[in-house]
């Protein structure tokens, strides 16, 4: 019989999958898309079957050792979305797959180094690493320990196995995938009569009653909950075993952190627009599109329940993605309210545990909808009917790592395999995505708001020349947006307020010689913080205390130039000492269920006033927020990215949208210093398609998306003039190879970032332009030939998001 061979794809930076050759006892369970377990050099990985094949290498491979699941993890969908992502983004295939399933279902052994008898062992390395053991309690694994004494040590470990020093075992890797089981006891399938009981339970009533309690719990419940909440004994519990008439067994334990939160009711009947736009998507064929465009409050999120709706009822399932982890449980309640348990939650917020059990209980077809952020576009949904992707305009749905895709079109890629359809939904769309209605996308528009609750007025405020309020310090407070507070406070109604810079300050400047606090590992300012106090940087993370002198001219006092989310809270608290106030930014979310307890709070109205960065300007739905105010339009408006008026008019559209959302309206005050800008007045004017036209138009020349495409090629290391160097080398070999095949591509560059260093690193990028399909061809060439060189690292970035 010819052997078998698999191609493996290891959760490592690896062009090419790894040959391993299959055992006949583990026969067909050998297939693409199954984790097995493999020797690697010195341990055993956890990998994924990517294909099967005949052909044997020219070096003799290692066997398969072990295949944990019974079935394969990935889907041949699946497989082939990976392949694609790989070759269009120039990326591993294996740091692909690493990106897809949860970090729970991978591993890899590690190697235990136990001291025996080390302690005549003295000197060199050796005597470092038995002197480190025996603190540690004479055991730990040969990894950490090296990362402990900061340097190689398996020949030091090999010497003092052959004396008989230490000695290794190899903890293998856990194939579990992060499963989670409890000890269940339950009733044998054979049981007693009424009268049978009589004479079995005759001198044991707590027997009876135990038994009785399981009947009553349906047959079956957890050891752990019969003897720490009803009170049962273990001798209990083991009588009855040994009688026949119950068993214990391990059954797994699923993580559902949303199991038992609150759930939305949604509306039961669709508006006239709602329904044409609902027959809209039905109409869609298999692996098609369409752009649902509807104004903020036009109620897109009632089409995507309706639409998922009939996918279900057809026997399929479905994906729905938002865009900020904040944004979740807020769909999760409405589609559990609309869907009930058939709901598995996927993102990087839960545990890998969490992320583990939601994935198997999708594969299985346990649950059929799968609600999450970026990486829930991989969710193992069976029978895919449709995708959902809310506020597709978001930049957090590009991945900010290897592989650098885009959810929106790894998406269409994924609905393409499956024939699912595929439904993009804003109410500020992208131009690449509008252009795309142009040929690949259907166009449906949901124009009005339901119930035809007008949109909010926005008012223009320039802080040039608006009258403002004394005694609020640094922060730019106008008269009519003080009046508005006061207004809104004393209806009993809430307020939003968006500044998109969280901190105290935005830099602190000596006023004497001017010395600004920078980063020293990053080429940033550092941000003032006073919860706690110190200079933090927002790259890298380093911090400082905050000085009392100038580090150049010993100066006493220090300024603090921008107000940031923390100095905003700390005035309105001051200001309006009545009105509760919270803060919502990266500070006050970092831990779990943070984003729900503030929103909660402000659903439930025991917030006023909700402050806070670009996160409370999506998808909430407060009808109580009468007034919403944007403390300083301009902080993102002349960012060196061409993008950024584009992002600056998408925030300022989504966030009017939260005011007005109920019956008794609302209005939006915008403070800016740029009342002319097009994005301020096109925002004003709820003019998303005027917006979109006129940027359009700025883009065409100098040419930039969606008039042609990007790839930006980031070269990075710890010396700058090495990266520089590299740079300039990789702009002539473009250069090069777009001569030498007569692409119609343009080269810009070299040059340097404009954040020039980032935790130590130096960057330097090259950026090409023109059509996709000659870029593709740049990119598969480049991730084969282009190695990593020393320190020095290349990230090949296509369609990229921003170009800081």
């Keep these: 019989m010819t052997e078998r061979f698999a191609q493996v ?142 340097r190689p040590i398996w020949d030091a470990v090999e010497r003092l196995t052959r004396v008989e020093a230490v000695s290794l075992r190899v903890q293998p890797p856990d194939t579990e995938a992060a499963r989670l089981t409890e000890r269940t006891l339950s009733l044998a399938a054979e049981r007693p009569t009424l009268l049978e009981r009589e004479g079995l339970f005759k001198r044991r009533p707590r027997q009876r009653q135990l038994y009785e309690a399981l009947e009553s719990l349906g047959g079956s419940a957890p050891v752990r909950h019969l003897t720490e909440q009803l009170g049962f004994g273990d001798g209990v519990v083991r009588a009855l075993v040994q009688q026949g008439l119950a068993r214990i067994q391990q059954t797994e334990l699923v993580r559902d952190p949303f199991a038992g939160s609150p759930v939305t009711q949604p509306p039961t009947e669709l508006t006239p627009a709602q329904a044409a736009a609902l027959g809209a998507i039905d109409s869609l064929g298999p692996g098609q599109g369409a752009l649902l465009f509807g104004v903020t409050g036009s109620g897109k999120t009632l089409v995507y329940l309706e639409a998922v709706r009939q996918v279900l009822a057809g026997g399929e399932g479905a994906i729905v993605l938002v865009p900020e982890i904040g944004l979740t449980p807020q769909t999760v309640s409405r589609f559990r309210g609309a869907f009930g348990n058939d709901i598995a939650v996927l993102h990087s917020g839960l545990s890998d545990g969490e992320r583990a059990d939601a994935w198997r209980l999708l594969r299985r077809g346990e649950r059929r909808v799968a609600v999450g952020a970026r990486s829930a576009v991989f969710a193992p949904v069976g029978r895919l009917g449709m995708i959902v992707i809310d506020e597709e305009h978001e930049a ?49 528009r949901l124009p009005e708001r339901i119930g035809a609750r007008p949109l909010p007025p926005v008012e223009i405020i320039d802080l040039r020349a608006a009258p403002k309020v004394g005694g609020t310090g640094p922060v730019a407070w106008s008269v009519a947006l003080d009046s508005a507070i006061v207004a809104t406070l004393a209806r009993k109604e809430q307020a939003l307020l968006l500044l998109n810079r969280r901190g105290w300050a935005a830099f602190l400047q000596c006023p004497d010689c001017g010395e600004v606090w920078q980063c020293p590992r990053c080429s940033i300012s550092l941000t003032v913080h006073q919860l706690p106090p110190g200079l933090r940087c927002h790259y890298c993370g380093h911090e400082e205390a905050l000085p009392f002198t100038c580090r150049v001219c010993a100066s006493p006092v220090q300024q603090m130039r921008g107000v940031g989310t923390q100095q905003l809270e700390r005035m309105l608290v001051e200001r309006y000492p009545q009105a509760r106030v919270a803060r919502m930014d990266l500070d006050t979310t970092s831990t779990k269920w943070s984003h729900q307890r503030i929103l909660t709070s402000v659903e439930h109205g025991d917030i006023d006033i909700l402050i806070g960065t670009q996160m409370i300007a999506k998808g909430l739905d407060f009808p109580n927020v009468t007034l919403v105010g944007v403390v300083d339009a301009d902080t993102g408006l002349y960012l060196p990215d061409f993008r950024s008026a584009e992002r600056t008019f998408q925030l300022l559209a989504q966030v009017a949208g939260r005011a007005g959302r109920g019956p008794k309206g609302g209005r939006v005050l915008v403070q800016t210093r740029q009342p002319m800008h097009h994005a301020l007045v096109r925002a004003a004017e709820h003019d998303a398609e005027g917006f979109l036209e006129e940027e359009r138009e700025l883009r065409e020349l100098p040419p930039y998306p969606p008039a042609v495409s990007l790839v930006n090629l980031i070269y990075s290391g710890p010396n700058e003039r090495e990266v520089g160097s590299r740079a300039a080398g990789l702009a002539d070999w473009c250069s090069g190879l777009i001569g030498k095949y007569q692409l119609p591509i343009g080269v810009l560059g070299p040059a340097p970032c404009p954040l020039v260093r980032i935790k130590d690193r130096w960057r330097w990028h090259v950026l090409l332009k023109g059509p996709s399909e000659s870029l593709g061809r740049i990119v598969r060439y480049a991730a084969k030939r282009l190695k990593r060189e020393g320190k020095t690292r290349l990230v090949i970035d296509r369609d990229p998001v921003s170009l800081l």
């Design 9 to 150: 794809a290891l959760p490592l930076p690896l062009a090419t999958p790894y040959t391993y050759r299959i055992p006949e006892t583990l026969g067909d369970r050998v297939v693409p898309g199954a984790r097995i377990v493999v020797p690697v050099r010195r341990r055993e990985m956890i990998g994924l079957v990517v294909a099967i094949t005949r052909e044997a290498p020219a070096v003799v491979p290692k066997p398969v050792l072990a295949v944990p699941d019974a079935e394969p993890a990935l889907s041949p969908e699946l497989l082939e979305t990976a392949a694609w992502i790989a070759g269009y983004y120039g990326a591993p295939l294996g740091l692909t797959l690493k990106a897809i399933l949860p970090g729970g279902m991978w591993g890899e052994s590690q190697v235990i180094v136990s001291l025996r008898n080390g302690s005549r062992i003295q000197g060199g390395v050796a005597g470092e690493l038995v002197a480190w053991l025996e603190r540690r309690g004479g055991e730990a694994a040969v990894q950490t320990a090296a990362r402990a004494l900061k």
């Design 396 to 444: 957090s749905y590009k991945n900010g790592e290897t592989p650098r895709y885009h959810t929106r079109d790894v998406a269409a890629v994924r609905a393409r395999l499956e024939g699912a359809r595929l439904v993009l939904g804003s109410a500020t769309p992208s131009l690449e995505t509008l252009a795309h209605t142009e040929q690949k996308l259907a166009l449906i």
